[in-house]
């Protein structure tokens, strides 16, 4: 799988609804055969870096009480992505989680504006 090919996971899921990263990873695990979680981790945490940085998704504070996911700042979710814990199955009722921004669905979904 290529880095191309995680971003388009990543895209993927987060116009579906907002993912946990560790819901990326496994993704993109089953299609990797072979690779381990951290090399795994790794091309994701760059891939949603990237994105973020292009606009087209963002990391929020999900909270499923209130099914509302709070968005991060770029430089909150740089500090997020390199936290160990953020790859872990979640241990507290929120966690982060990637949602895609409406260029990220125009983009995914092939729609220009």
């Known amino acids: 799988m ?3 090919e995680v971003a388009f996971e990543i895209l993927s899921s987060a116009t579906e609804d907002w993912h946990a990263l560790w819901e990326i990873v496994s993704t993109c695990e089953r299609i990797l055969s072979g690779a381990d979680k951290e ?3 790794e091309v994701v945490r760059q891939e949603v870096l990237r994105l973020i940085a292009e606009g087209l998704v963002y990391l929020c504070e999900f909270t499923p009480q209130a099914n509302e996911c709070a968005p991060y700042s770029a430089t909150e979710a740089e500090v997020v992505l390199n936290d160990p814990r953020t790859w872990q199955l979640p241990t507290s009722h929120t ?5 895609a921004t409406d260029a990220g669905m125009s983009e995914y979904f092939g729609e220009s504006h």
């Not at 966690?95 to 949602?99: A, D, F, I, M, S």
Request: proline share 9%; hydrophobic share 25%; glycine share 10%.
């Open 95 to 99: 966690h982060p989680r990637v949602g």
């Open 39 to 41: 090399a795994v981790e």
């Open 2 to 4: 290529s880095n191309q």
